[in-house]
């Protein structure tokens, strides 16, 4: 009888939906080859959902395509700032140089992704520094030193990592952005540090260590582009396979002959490391003080979305999801003998005016689009995630976007919570966990993308939970 019911579900769905409460189970007269008249199919969507929104404290943020730079500020979650860390490459140079090479130039070159938040008429301002490597004594007295860069024992970096930067200013660097030019960018570095560089070059001094990928690393660790944390008007992708350091030179040549310019290249350290160290201030808010650190009696890293006028938050690179609990999700099981769960369904509709749509009239509006899907993971009541929500196969489930054909119809996210409450009913005992709800994989560590949860979309229907289940009746009379 079970396996009949699991092939006419989808048929159900569609002809039959309508709403019922947890005592009333109502009968399909669809005749004996289809349903037994004693048994009934059930809507229940009346199962309360409790919201929240939950800070993380870090999300991995290193090895991505992305090198993020700026701050994007707005009243839901407040403020995020992006400063890319990055280590470079060695150049190879000629084993005989010229005695009569002069110095021209140090510059960054690189390349926009095309991907910006806020507004490009906006300047973006930011120092160029230089990693320290880390220094100290051995018992011996000895003096050691090695790279500055080192990761997390799971070998990744995460946005809240930081490593000690070098006083010395390597350059300011200000310009108005245009992330969707196609051609190389450059940015120019300091000259002193470029003539030293060079000069090291040119007299040999510093030749072996500059030829030398582990040497070089401790004579260049690494560079970080740093954003004031008051920038907070624009943010922009930079490609990170495209940046290089370019000390660009020429021969002495007689006046009446064309300069020809060419350049020693430090390219990007592809098999380096590099990551995004992104802060995030919830001050002024509607989150409030979610990511300020305090007593730890007072602190905490939820708002419940009654402090939110109902609304939760989504934000990638500070690290805040939508938080959903169930607490119906492990009774239901006892509901009823031979209950078997069909579907379980969770729509949640973004609220208008926390994103954008694309606008090519104007185009230094924010560029805030709704991702198309957005991850799920299970939590526990502390907000540790347990694993990425995944099908009874092991495949992982995503909430997926919807764009309604109706005219003007606000877009929705439909979350399948069948293995959730599957497992929740298959528990001996209360697990007390909760879905949690944010961006995407590697894209939470190289976007500032937010937007918000609201209780309702603009026809006043009400975000709720849709379980489908059968009862057969024999057995609950």
Same mark, same amino acid.
């Given at each position: 009888m079970e396996?009949?019911?699991?092939?006419?579900?989808?048929?159900?769905?569609?002809?039959?939906l309508f709403s019922c409460n947890l005592t009333n189970v109502q009968d399909f007269q669809m005749g004996a080859n289809f349903v037994n008249s004693t048994s009934g199919v059930v809507l229940i969507d009346t199962m309360q959902m409790v919201s929240?929104?939950?800070?993380?404290?870090?999300?991995?943020?290193?090895?991505?395509? +992305?090198?993020?730079?700026?701050?994007?500020?707005?009243?839901?979650?407040?403020?995020?700032?992006s400063s890319p860390y990055f280590q470079i490459s060695n150049s190879s140079?000629?084993?005989?140089?010229?005695?009569?090479?002069?110095?021209?130039?140090?510059?960054?070159?690189?390349?926009?992704?095309?991907?910006?938040?806020?507004?490009?008429?906006?300047?973006?301002?930011?120092?160029?520094? @230089?990693l320290d490597p880390i220094t100290g004594t051995n018992s011996n007295?000895?003096?050691?030193? +090695?790279?500055?860069?080192?990761?997390?024992?799971?070998?990744?970096?995460?946005?809240?990592?930081?490593?000690?930067?070098?006083?010395?200013?390597?350059?300011?660097?200000q310009f108005y952005p245009s992330p969707t030019y196609k051609r190389d960018c450059y940015f120019r570095l300091s000259d002193d540090y470029g003539q030293t560089l060079f000069n090291n070059i040119i007299n040999r001094t510093w030749i072996d260590t500059l030829s030398n990928l582990s040497y070089f690393k401790l004579f260049l660790p690494g560079l970080a582009f740093i954003s004031p944390v008051n920038q907070n008007q624009?943010?922009?992708?930079?490609?990170?396979k495209s940046i290089a350091m370019r000390l660009y030179y020429h021969a002495q040549v007689n006046p009446t002959e064309p300069k020809v310019p060419t350049y020693f290249n430090f390219a990007v350290n592809t098999n380096g490391v590099w990551y995004n160290h992104i802060s995030y201030n919830s001050t002024g808010s509607l989150l409030g003080s979610i990511s300020q650190p305090s007593n730890p009696l007072l602190s905490s890293s939820e708002v419940p979305s009654s402090n939110t006028f109902n609304q939760t938050?989504?934000?990638?690179?500070?690290?805040?999801?939508?938080?959903? @609990?169930?607490?119906?999700?492990e009774a239901l099981k006892g509901y009823a003998k031979n209950l078997i769960l069909i579907s379980a369904?969770? +729509?949640?509709?973004?609220?208008?005016?926390?994103?954008?749509?694309?606008?090519?009239?104007?185009?230094?509006? #924010?560029?805030?689009?709704?991702?198309?899907?957005?991850?799920?993971?299970?939590?526990?009541? +502390?907000n540790v995630i347990a694993k990425q929500y995944? #099908? #009874?196969?092991?495949?992982?489930?995503?909430?997926?976007?919807?764009?309604?054909?109706?005219?003007?119809?606000?877009?929705?996210?439909?979350?399948?919570?069948?293995?959730?409450?599957?497992?929740? %009913?298959?528990? #001996?005992?209360?697990?007390?966990?909760?879905? %949690?709800i944010g961006t995407v994989g590697a894209k939470a560590g190289m976007m500032l993308n937010p937007f918000a949860f609201a209780p309702f979309d603009s026809s006043g229907n009400l975000f709720k939970l849709s379980v489908y289940c059968y009862i057969d009746k024999v057995y609950n009379n």
């Open positions: 396996r009949s019911f699991r092939a006419i579900a989808g048929f159900l769905f569609t002809a039959f929240s929104t939950v800070h993380l404290d870090s999300i991995v943020s290193s090895k991505l395509s +992305r090198l993020l730079i700026g701050g994007y500020q707005n009243s839901l979650t407040g403020t995020v700032t140079f000629p084993t005989v140089l010229q005695t009569d090479l002069v110095y021209d130039s140090l510059v960054i070159k690189y390349n926009y992704d095309g991907y910006y938040i806020g507004d490009t008429t906006k300047l973006i301002s930011f120092n160029v520094k @230089r007295g000895s003096t050691f030193n +090695r790279a500055a860069f080192k990761l997390g024992l799971d070998g990744y970096l995460y946005n809240v990592d930081t490593f000690k930067l070098a006083d010395q200013n390597l350059g300011l660097v624009i943010a922009v992708g930079i490609s990170q938050m989504v934000q990638a690179g500070s690290g805040v999801y939508t938080k959903i @609990r169930i607490p119906g999700s369904q969770i +729509r949640l509709t973004p609220l208008l005016g926390s994103y954008t749509t694309t606008n090519t009239r104007f185009p230094t509006l #924010s560029n805030n689009p709704l991702p198309d899907t957005l991850a799920v993971f299970v939590v526990d009541r +502390r995944a #099908s #009874s196969v092991g495949s992982n489930i995503y909430a997926h976007k919807i764009i309604p054909i109706a005219f003007n119809q606000q877009p929705y996210y439909i979350l399948d919570a069948t293995s959730f409450f599957a497992s929740e %009913m298959a528990s #001996s005992t209360f697990t007390g966990y909760s879905l %949690m």
